[in-house]
């Protein structure tokens, strides 16, 4: 009974850490196009912190953990598809990791990076997660 429950838990925390990875790099290119110390950068902050504290960070500690769980009692450490799913969570994760860094980074109001920059991040996070849902749904090896 606690795997399925685990399971549950795991693509719950799955779905709303990409939510969370696919809307924190919009974010970012509407606070780049607004000047620093304006109201929309304050509240932008605001929005990116509270996303990133309150949403992701912990659906990426339940996604890794129910996860691992899930990869041990079932089984799966040795199958290759596992392997490489996990190499790219780890990609994945990463990613959080930078993107953390560009909230604090907006937050102390020192991004210089452009708007089209982070138009083209936002596409890392999709690409990262259509690898992992074909790796687990089609297990190729």
């Given at each position: 009974m606690?795997y399925?429950?685990?399971?549950?838990v795991?693509?719950?925390?799955?779905i709303?850490?990409?939510?969370?990875m696919?809307?924190l790099?919009?974010?970012?290119?509407y606070h780049?196009?607004?000047p620093?110390g304006s109201?929309?950068s304050?509240?932008?902050?605001?929005m990116e912190?509270?996303l990133?504290?309150?949403i992701?960070?912990?659906a990426m500690?339940?996604?890794w953990l129910?996860?691992l769980?899930l990869?041990?009692?079932?089984?799966?450490?040795?199958?290759?598809?596992?392997?490489?799913?996990?190499?790219l969570?780890?990609?994945?994760?990463?990613v959080?990791?930078?993107?953390?860094?560009?909230?604090?980074?907006?937050?102390?109001?020192?991004n210089?990076?452009?708007a089209?920059?982070?138009r083209?991040l936002n596409e890392?996070?999709?690409?990262?997660?259509?690898g992992?849902?074909?790796?687990?749904?089609?297990?190729?090896f």
């Amino acid at each position: 009974m606690l795997y399925p429950t685990l399971k549950i838990v795991h693509i719950l925390a799955v779905i709303s850490w990409m939510a969370g990875m696919l809307y924190l790099p919009r974010l970012f290119v509407y606070h780049a196009e607004a000047p620093a110390g304006s109201p929309q950068s304050e509240t932008f902050k605001v929005m990116e912190r509270r996303l990133l504290r309150a949403i992701m960070t912990p659906a990426m500690i339940l996604t890794w953990l129910a996860g691992l769980w899930l990869a041990w009692e079932g089984a799966f450490l040795q199958s290759g598809w596992l392997q490489a799913k996990f190499a790219l969570v780890v990609l994945m994760s990463g990613v959080h990791g930078w993107l953390a860094g560009t909230v604090r980074r907006f937050g102390s109001d020192t991004n210089v990076r452009p708007a089209r920059f982070y138009r083209v991040l936002n596409e890392v996070p999709t690409l990262l997660m259509i690898g992992i849902v074909i790796l687990v749904v089609a297990k190729p090896f």
